[in-house]
């Protein structure tokens, strides 16, 4: 109690180090006693403050101190526990126990699930446990505001409201007339509601009987009327005071009562708009509901504070003023609208921002003992900074955390979930096996050499579904990948039979939640081990599943196995994860919350785009903004107030440096409000970083750039390879690069995992049957239609869909045109057989699709294609001489069953021309004619082009260069290895 009875009522201004100051104070008052700190009570808002003031204690100290206790009262969110020093296990009237949250959570999503299903809107169980936290939120912000629940059937604005939001509020009103029965049941009440009654049971005995030491109430924003109470109990205490942060008493009278909360109109009724957004409005209704007086503060006098930002202050204080009085900008002197101390650095992208800051804060270590701190709301832009300061080997603590379900024991978690859903698809599957956790140790190099095996296997469209499927995979693997096959297949028992549970339970539709989870806890303990729950992150992995476990049986009844994954990551998004103490002692990167009360001597302010900081306002799915208001809740806007305040505390800092990207990931940004007033308010004296800008492009500023020449590697004679395929032929005339790296450097490309059908695939596919029709059917028309449909029963269900129409048309085609040449007596000689010959002292290889005897006797030499044919245009160009080569080899006798002249050539296309599917069309003509070879020479042209080829690069030095016919080489597979896109267009400038 301050003299003349008066409340004890002080702030701490922003240019003065909030905990430093108080810690100053409190030792000059009760530290001359030995005990006299010892039997005091310091009432803070969160366990971060609990830390900076420890902190500042020991500064102010110099040595060994009997701190007081510190107990953490405020948090808005909630999440701090009351402390034993205001509930005593003895007490005369305990409170009543707090339902647990997460058995709330489970209670609240079962209730939400079973009204939305009377009103015939089900939810799956993973938006039952999203809208239970929304729930759950907007019933602590009722218990916290002291609102009665009831109050909403009093209130008369239904016909007002939009339907959807009429249904919301007739969801929300059942649900909260149903959690009382629950709470009665349980014989608990919510902890919002817990924390209020211990705080006005602590304010009535503090009334009644004064505590033996002192009480400060210090750095407390909550404006809740239960907090509100005990702050105005304590300023009245002998030895009691409310320590309030940057409150504005230099700001003009009109101002402080514009931004309300203001009185309903006498005539009307209806209340003036509160300007929530200003970073003094919580506080002003702190105030109001302490039932105190702004000049009833007065000046924390200890703390030594920063004498040049008192300035600044006021014209920080200038630049935050309600719209309504930014007018007097244009009146200001310019020395109170100049922002000393403050520079601004306007960055292109997020990544450069956080170039930006690294640098900034590595130069505060070039000066000993000089401290610094990042403030930001972006979690991102923390992680990017404190990556870009591992390059110097510095570590940095972001005291704000990172949520679980980006850290490796929530990633694994949630991959084995998706995993399973999707019975093991292929890239689910490989992200699973291959996550950093799994196998964890002297046991993981074995591991992964079977997860990469199984890769090479798996890539291509996607197999059957589940594990079976992948059984059934490793059996028919390709023969190209035997090799991998066979180390696959000697692996994967081993990760079969852990998966094999968790499989099984899935497979059986919705289950009660507790039995996933356990399912899910233990297939992620027999792929990791302990390493799953070692370290913070694994604590808390293990800490989330076994509350969950234990709460979830009073959750929703059954879950579909879809809802497991975005169930969990939900509830992990909202852990927190910190590090445990070892960063940088001079640096640190904070969130807003838990900068608060903190300083350093350069306060980095990042991220002040709009969106980010302030953030964008999260909706209330529940309650109409109208309804809020009515019932007197926070506006949704009240946390941008709350921003300001804490970055003009941030501003009150010795020097700050403000930073922003000009765009984010997907589009321009736009500045942060906050920035756009001071950058207004100073004008042309809004200094901006112009050294560090430089700094951070220069950083990654490579130089000149000296793009690659066109390849044209040129290896001695004897590492050119003296045999070569039909289909290869090509890709050494038009792309001699690519043939090199393909033969010489053996660099094969690989399918992607789970890939899409390809045009290569469907051929293969289609090749396969037409040879099994051939060699075991002998061609019967009746058994064709019967294997191209059991081929497509197996294949992708995009395949099925899109090509099973159009290849069974053209499978009609093939029948009807097969009949047709055996009724003109050609007959079938021989299909999908190899053969060779040697020309020019090279051996060429190929393998023809079919080959018939004409009634002449002559050879027909058919490839078929599921795409359009070759033109003639690019045959008459050298190109496209495949079959040419193949009737070159049989007429040389390199084929053990297809002997004799080639002459016919012909494609069967399976592709669609003149409305339909399926056609013959040929590269050459009997007479020449619209410009095609003459059959009779066609061999020979082909030939003689292949002995060109061969003479210039296999046994010639010719070197090998890339794209040196593009035209004609239409695959990209080596294009990155031979660096086109830096020399295309530039190699004959």
């Not at 030792?27 to 500042?56: Q, S, Y």
């Not at 009093?154 to 149903?178: I, M, N, P, Y």
């Not at 980095?604 to 306002?617: F, S």
């Not at 066609?938 to 090998?960: C, I």
């Amino acid at each position: 109690m301050g003299e003349g009875g008066k409340p004890s009522l002080y702030t701490i201004p922003a240019h003065r180090a909030f905990a430093d100051a108080l810690a100053a104070g409190l030792i000059r008052r009760f530290g001359g006693e030995a005990m006299g700190l010892a039997r005091g009570l310091v009432l803070l808002p969160n366990n971060r403050a609990k830390r900076a003031l420890t902190d500042a204690f020991v500064r102010a100290s110099g040595g060994g101190l009997l701190l007081p206790r510190l107990v953490a009262i405020g948090d808005p969110s909630l999440d701090e526990a009351a402390g034993a020093a205001i509930d005593p296990a003895d007490a005369l009237e305990p409170v009543p126990p707090a339902v647990v949250p997460m058995q709330r959570r489970m209670i609240l999503a079962r209730l939400v699930s079973e009204e939305r299903m009377r009103a015939g809107q089900a939810v799956d169980a993973a938006e039952a446990v999203r809208l239970a936290g929304e729930l759950a939120r907007t019933l602590d912000q009722l218990l916290v505001e002291e609102v009665d629940p009831r109050k909403l059937r009093e209130l008369e604005l239904t016909q007002e409201l939009s339907d959807h939001w009429q249904k919301a509020l007739s969801l929300f009103g059942t649900v909260l007339d149903r959690w009382p029965e629950e709470l009665a049941r349980l014989k608990r009440i919510d902890l919002a509601n817990r924390r209020s009654r211990l705080l006005r049971r602590l304010a009535d005995q503090w009334r009644q009987a004064s505590p033996s030491g002192f009480v400060c109430a210090a750095g407390i924003t909550d404006g809740a009327p239960a907090v509100a109470g005990l702050m105005r109990c304590v300023s009245e205490l002998p030895q009691g005071m409310v320590v309030l942060a940057d409150l504005a008493l230099e700001m003009d009278e009109h101002e402080w009562l514009a931004l309300g909360p203001h009185d309903p109109d006498p005539v009307t009724g209806l209340r003036r708009r509160s300007i929530e957004t200003h970073p003094q409005f919580h506080l002003k209704l702190l105030l109001e509901r302490m039932s105190v007086n702004r000049g009833e503060f007065t000046l924390w006098r200890e703390g030594g504070g920063h004498d040049a930002t008192i300035a600044r202050g006021r014209a920080i204080a200038n630049a935050l003023a309600p719209a309504e009085f930014t007018g007097k900008w244009t009146t200001l002197d310019a020395d109170q609208r100049r922002l000393a101390g403050i520079v601004a650095a306007e960055l292109a992208t997020p990544a450069e921002e956080a170039q930006a800051i690294a640098l900034a804060l590595r130069e505060v270590l070039e000066t000993e003992g000089k401290t610094a701190a990042l403030v930001t709301p972006d979690r991102a832009l923390a992680r990017r900074v404190a990556a870009h300061l591992d390059r110097w080997e510095i570590e940095i603590d972001d005291t704000a955390g990172r949520p679980l379900s980006i850290l490796p024991s929530g990633t694994l978690l949630t991959a084995l979930a998706e995993a399973a859903v999707q019975r093991f698809a292929p890239l689910a599957l490989l992200a699973l096996l291959k996550h950093p956790l799994v196998r964890f140790g002297d046991a993981r190099t074995a591991w992964l050499d079977g997860a990469r095996s199984l890769d090479r296997v798996l890539r291509g469209p996607r197999p059957a579904a589940g594990l079976a499927g992948i059984d059934v995979h490793l059996a028919d693997a390709p023969d190209r990948e035997a090799k991998r096959r066979a180390e696959a297949a000697i692996w994967w028992p081993e990760a079969r039979a852990v998966l094999a549970p968790i499989e099984a339970l899935f497979a059986g539709g919705a289950q009660p939640l507790p039995l996933m989870v356990a399912a899910l806890r233990e297939t992620a303990q027999a792929l990791c081990g302990d390493a799953l729950w070692s370290g913070t992150a694994g604590r808390a992995a293990a800490e989330l599943l076994a509350e969950l476990e234990a709460q979830a049986g009073s959750g929703p009844a059954l879950v579909e196995p879809e809802s497991l994954a975005p169930l969990l990551k939900t509830l992990m998004d909202e852990v927190a994860v910190r590090p445990p103490q070892g960063g940088h002692p001079r640096l640190a990167i904070y969130g807003l919350i838990e900068a608060r009360l903190q300083t350093a001597d350069l306060m980095i302010l990042g991220g002040l785009n709009e969106g980010i900081w302030p953030g964008q306002p999260a909706p209330d799915p529940w309650l109409a903004p109208r309804i809020r208001s009515e019932l007197g809740l926070p506006g949704l806007e009240r946390r941008v107030g709350i921003s300001a305040h804490d970055l003009a505390g941030a501003l009150g800092a010795p020097a700050a440096l403000l930073t922003r990207a000009r765009r984010d990931a997907k589009s321009p940004a736009i500045a942060s409000r906050f920035w756009l007033r001071l950058q207004a308010l100073a004008g042309e004296r809004f200094d901006r970083a112009v050294m560090l800008e430089g700094w951070t492009r220069a950083l990654d500023d490579p130089g000149e750039h000296v793009p690659e020449t066109q390849p044209a590697p040129s290896p001695p004679a004897e590492q050119r390879p003296r045999r070569i395929a039909v289909t290869d032929v090509d890709r050494l005339k038009a792309d001699p690069y690519a043939f090199y790296a393909k033969r010489i450097l053996r660099l094969m490309p690989l399918d992607p995992v789970d890939a899409d059908p390809s045009a290569a695939w469907r051929g293969s596919a289609v090749h396969e049957v037409l040879e099994m029709w051939a060699r075991e059917d002998q061609c019967d028309p009746a058994k064709l239609h019967a294997r191209a449909l059991t081929m497509l029963a197996d294949a992708h269900p995009l395949m099925q869909a899109l090509w099973q129409p159009r290849l069974m048309e053209a499978i009609d085609w093939i029948v009807e045109e097969t009949a047709r040449h055996v009724a003109d007596g050609r007959t079938l000689v021989a299909v999908e057989q190899d053969g060779k010959c040697e020309i020019a002292g090279v051996e060429l290889t190929g393998k023809f699709d079919r080959v018939d005897r004409l009634p002449a006797g002559g050879l027909a030499i058919i490839d078929y294609k599921t795409g359009k044919p070759p033109s003639a245009a690019a045959v008459m160009e050298g190109y496209s001489l495949q079959l040419g080569l193949l009737g070159l080899i049989a007429e040389r006798g390199g084929f053990a069953d297809a002997k004799g002249r080639a002459d016919a050539f012909e494609y069967w296309s399976l592709s669609r021309k003149n409305g339909k599917f399926g056609y013959i069309e040929s590269p050459v003509d009997p007479e020449g004619k619209r410009n095609r070879i003459v059959t009779a020479d066609f061999t020979t042209v082909a030939a003689r082009n292949f002995t060109e080829a061969v003479r210039e690069w296999l046994t010639g030095d010719a070197p090998f260069t890339a794209k040196l016919h593009p035209e004609y080489a239409p695959y990209a597979d080596y294009d990155q290895l031979m660096r086109r896109d830096e020399w295309y267009g530039r190699e004959r400038g």
